[in-house]
């Protein structure tokens, strides 16, 4: 296999790997040549990633499997460093289909900041393969996150098309912030389709959700939440409410009831109302829904003179806590994330009590961005009173509502609405847009970007799908800080001057791709009986893929294995299949689907199968194409040591 670079401008590129797949069917020991990742199992499935409150050094990681005599984490620097192991609590169990499954979950501690590091989990029975995590640096290192509104509806179609629309727009993402109703009805079967719809983001990069009314339907004691979720225990309780503790203590029937609310919230709270610092971002989540079912504790003491009412309790029990949170922040900058609005956008919505509780905070503390969902709508703006005497400039929170399903509402009229009655503007709307946000932290700035992934044929927004829907910047220097429209910059200090530059069209550029580590052959080492086959297992070199061209077209990768061959015996290389995955990604690319290996059904990589693509408006960059390698084959192939050439082609 040549490491010279192949390149295709708007046509066709083939080259073949020559020896690139080598098995040696004997009865016997299994022997690999060296080190193989594991392909993800049966047993295994919805890994996650979770943040703790300090990513720097730790890691949560949750998922379930068949597989009930316990589980761990291994962990390793992606360098090549030495596996620790991390055990794992069985959380919780669930059934779905016949299938019983227990819930896992293990926190790393002691990482090292801004390291790259691999992990699989199960136990010795079976291993998922192994998958990347790059902890956060201790230094307000630029990064990207992806903010969705609610999924809810459409898991299986709408839901999929929206996260692969955002990982191709947002390759680099350190992860995703979900503002509620991520499910319709909280059962096995709608969180299954959930992660599904995530796939691989999920399990390489950090997940912070907040619970929506949803996840409590069916639920009402957010078991299934708490069992796919493992988040900081830094919620709200007595110690951090500031002076709200004193109305739990005293003889009165109203204290004893506060109190006994208290007590039973500090469960409640748990992993739905937390907070995560990640590289200069305090990324708080809120829990705002207000039902007193589950918001009773199991023994109430009576009372009969001004007794709490538990939902606006709940919400300024929250609030306590928030501006404590945020008055400690240790960061420049601050996200909050929760279900539904303080600024309802929809017609027949709105929320006083979480209004008239939570946004003095917000306004106090000059939160940054204040995401929501709930809705089925698109809405962004600010409190009047956060105006400039400059048109297109702010100063205080960004107010956002986002859809991210394929469930729609009407928006309330643009000139009689919630916010028009308190005090609010909406900046932009729409309504029958499906959108996700890539929102981007560069040092003094904050840049949010809302794209239309999915639309309603009656949808009146002029925006098609794959366009730009809204757009702002934050900038905040010498502790002050503006929000600016689309094409209008930010004031200068009297410390400051003003640098500007053109850009020239780009030059046309090309497509190239070459394969890391040279012509070095895969070798799957000593194929091991299995039943009624003989099973091997390895990894493709990697391949490496850049595209230049100007307004990056599409691309796609594909490969097609030959028959194998041993001194004049042949077997089909139907046999051989592969489960694609990515490696670096700074291009935008998107892996193939897997295919199985003929032995199970079908022509295998007999047929030409995609090992990688990217869609047209990729970002720029290199992505290395990976993918793991599984050989099944009759007990009655013939003895040998075979191989077979992997053609791969490069369309663009």
Same mark, same amino acid.
């Given at each position: 296999?040549?490491?010279?670079?192949?390149?295709?401008?708007?046509?066709?590129?083939?080259?073949?790997?020559?020896?690139?797949?080598?098995?040696?069917?004997?009865?016997?020991?299994?022997?690999?040549?060296?080190?193989?990742?594991?392909?993800?199992?049966?047993?295994?499935?919805?890994?996650?990633?979770?943040?703790?409150?300090?990513?720097?050094?730790?890691?949560?990681?949750?998922?379930?499997?068949?597989?009930?005599?316990?589980?761990?984490?291994?962990?390793?620097?992606?360098?090549?460093?030495?596996?620790?192991?991390?055990?794992?609590?069985?959380?919780?169990?669930?059934?779905?289909?016949?299938?019983?499954?227990?819930?896992?979950?293990?926190?790393?501690?002691?990482?090292?900041?801004?390291?790259?590091?691999?992990?699989?989990?199960?136990?010795?029975?079976?291993?998922?393969?192994?998958?990347?995590?790059?902890?956060?640096?201790?230094?307000?290192?630029?990064?990207?996150?992806?903010?969705?509104?609610?999924?809810?509806?459409?898991?299986?179609?709408?839901?999929?098309?929206?996260?692969?629309?955002?990982?191709?727009?947002?390759?680099?993402?350190?992860?995703?912030?979900?503002?509620?109703?991520?499910?319709?009805?909280?059962?096995?079967?709608?969180?299954?389709?959930?992660?599904?719809?995530?796939?691989?983001?999920?399990?390489?990069?950090?997940?912070?959700?907040?619970?929506?009314?949803?996840?409590?339907?069916?639920?009402?004691?957010?078991?299934?939440?708490?069992?796919?979720?493992?988040?900081?225990?830094?919620?709200?309780?007595?110690?951090?409410?500031?002076?709200?503790?004193?109305?739990?203590?005293?003889?009165?029937?109203?204290?004893?009831?506060?109190?006994?609310?208290?007590?039973?919230?500090?469960?409640?709270?748990?992993?739905?109302?937390?907070?995560?610092?990640?590289?200069?971002?305090?990324?708080?989540?809120?829990?705002?829904?207000?039902?007193?079912?589950?918001?009773?504790?199991?023994?109430?003491?009576?009372?009969?003179?001004?007794?709490?009412?538990?939902?606006?309790?709940?919400?300024?029990?929250?609030?306590?806590?928030?501006?404590?949170?945020?008055?400690?922040?240790?960061?420049?900058?601050?996200?909050?994330?929760?279900?539904?609005?303080?600024?309802?956008?929809?017609?027949?919505?709105?929320?006083?009590?979480?209004?008239?509780?939570?946004?003095?905070?917000?306004?106090?503390?000059?939160?940054?961005?204040?995401?929501?969902?709930?809705?089925?709508?698109?809405?962004?703006?600010?409190?009047?009173?956060?105006?400039?005497?400059?048109?297109?400039?702010?100063?205080?929170?960004?107010?956002?509502?986002?859809?991210?399903?394929?469930?729609?509402?009407?928006?309330?009229?643009?000139?009689?609405?919630?916010?028009?009655?308190?005090?609010?503007?909406?900046?932009?709307?729409?309504?029958?847009?499906?959108?996700?946000?890539?929102?981007?932290?560069?040092?003094?700035?904050?840049?949010?970007?809302?794209?239309?992934?999915?639309?309603?044929?009656?949808?009146?927004?002029?925006?098609?799908?794959?366009?730009?829907?809204?757009?702002?910047?934050?900038?905040?220097?010498?502790?002050?800080?503006?929000?600016?429209?689309?094409?209008?910059?930010?004031?200068?200090?009297?410390?400051?001057?003003?640098?500007?530059?053109?850009?020239?069209?780009?030059?046309?550029?090309?497509?190239?791709?070459?394969?890391?580590?040279?012509?070095?052959?895969?070798?799957? @080492?000593? $194929?091991?009986? !299995?039943?009624?086959?003989? /099973?091997?297992?390895?990894?493709?070199? *990697? %391949?490496? #893929?850049? +595209?230049?061209?100007?307004?990056?077209?599409?691309?796609?990768?594909?490969?097609?294995?030959?028959?194998?061959?041993?001194?004049?015996?042949?077997?089909?290389?139907?046999?051989?299949?592969?489960?694609?995955?990515?490696?670096?990604?700074?291009?935008?690319?998107?892996?193939?689907?897997?295919?199985?290996?003929?032995?199970?059904?079908?022509?295998?990589?007999?047929?030409?199968?995609?090992?990688?693509?990217?869609?047209? @408006?990729? $970002?720029?960059? !290199?992505?290395?194409?990976? /993918?793991?390698?599984?050989?099944?084959? *009759? %007990?009655? #192939?013939? +003895?040998?040591?075979?191989?077979?050439?992997?053609?791969?082609?490069?369309?663009?």
């Amino acid at each position: 296999m040549s490491s010279q670079q192949r390149r295709g401008v708007g046509g066709r590129s083939r080259t073949v790997v020559a020896a690139a797949v080598v098995g040696s069917v004997v009865a016997g020991a299994f022997a690999l040549a060296g080190p193989a990742a594991s392909a993800q199992t049966t047993n295994t499935s919805r890994v996650i990633l979770t943040p703790t409150a300090t990513p720097t050094d730790s890691q949560s990681f949750t998922w379930r499997s068949t597989d009930a005599a316990g589980g761990k984490v291994q962990l390793r620097t992606a360098d090549g460093g030495a596996v620790v192991d991390i055990a794992a609590t069985a959380v919780d169990t669930s059934n779905l289909n016949g299938v019983d499954y227990t819930h896992y979950s293990a926190t790393a501690t002691g990482l090292t900041p801004d390291t790259a590091y691999e992990y699989r989990v199960g136990n010795e029975n079976d291993w998922s393969r192994w998958r990347p995590f790059r902890s956060a640096s201790k230094e307000a290192k630029p990064f990207e996150f992806l903010y969705y509104g609610d999924a809810q509806i459409g898991l299986d179609s709408t839901w999929p098309a929206v996260v692969a629309a955002a990982n191709a727009k947002a390759p680099n993402s350190a992860g995703s912030v979900h503002a509620g109703d991520l499910i319709d009805t909280s059962n096995q079967v709608q969180w299954t389709s959930w992660f599904n719809g995530m796939g691989e983001s999920a399990a390489t990069t950090q997940v912070l959700a907040a619970p929506g009314n949803h996840e409590y339907t069916g639920d009402g004691a957010l078991r299934n939440w708490k069992m796919n979720f493992e988040y900081p225990a830094n919620h709200p309780n007595v110690n951090n409410i500031g002076a709200l503790a004193e109305r739990a203590k005293g003889d009165t029937d109203a204290a004893r009831q506060t109190a006994a609310y208290f007590a039973h919230w500090e469960n409640v709270a748990k992993e739905t109302v937390y907070f995560s610092d990640y590289q200069g971002v305090r990324f708080i989540t809120l829990n705002a829904t207000q039902n007193t079912g589950y918001l009773r504790p199991p023994s109430l003491p009576s009372c009969a003179v001004d007794c709490p009412a538990p939902g606006p309790l709940w919400v300024e029990f929250q609030a306590a806590w928030l501006d404590t949170v945020l008055a400690e922040n240790p960061g420049k900058w601050s996200v909050v994330t929760f279900h539904q609005p303080v600024y309802s956008t929809s017609t027949g919505r709105d929320e006083p009590v979480l209004r008239a509780n939570w946004v003095p905070v917000f306004e106090k503390r000059n939160i940054d961005l204040v995401l929501m969902g709930h809705d089925h709508t698109y809405a962004r703006g600010y409190k009047n009173s956060d105006a400039t005497e400059t048109p297109g400039i702010t100063t205080g929170p960004v107010y956002a509502v986002s859809n991210s399903g394929a469930k729609h509402y009407t928006l309330a009229p643009a000139d009689d609405n919630v916010w028009t009655r308190n005090g609010a503007t909406q900046v932009k709307r729409g309504q029958g847009v499906t959108t996700y946000q890539v929102i981007s932290v560069n040092g003094d700035t904050v840049t949010y970007r809302s794209y239309v992934a999915e639309k309603k044929a009656d949808s009146p927004e002029r925006e098609q799908v794959g366009d730009l829907f809204d757009t702002f910047t934050i900038t905040k220097r010498n502790g002050v800080k503006h929000v600016t429209e689309a094409n209008v910059e930010a004031p200068a200090g009297d410390d400051e001057q003003r640098i500007k530059v053109t850009v020239p069209e780009r030059a046309p550029g090309e497509l190239v791709w070459s394969i890391d580590g040279g012509n070095g052959v895969v070798d799957l @080492g000593t $194929a091991k009986q !299995s039943g009624d086959h003989f /099973a091997a297992t390895g990894s493709l070199n *990697p %391949v490496r #893929v850049t +595209d230049t061209r100007r307004d990056a077209p599409r691309w796609s990768l594909s490969g097609r294995v030959g028959d194998f061959t041993s001194a004049g015996k042949t077997f089909s290389g139907k046999y051989l299949g592969w489960a694609p995955f990515l490696g670096e990604n700074a291009g935008g690319a998107v892996a193939g689907a897997a295919v199985a290996s003929g032995f199970l059904g079908g022509d295998g990589l007999a047929q030409s199968a995609t090992l990688g693509s990217a869609p047209v @408006g990729h $970002a720029d960059g !290199s992505s290395v194409l990976r /993918a793991d390698l599984d050989l099944r084959l *009759p %007990v009655n #192939v013939a +003895d040998g040591t075979y191989r077979a050439t992997l053609t791969l082609t490069a369309l663009g």
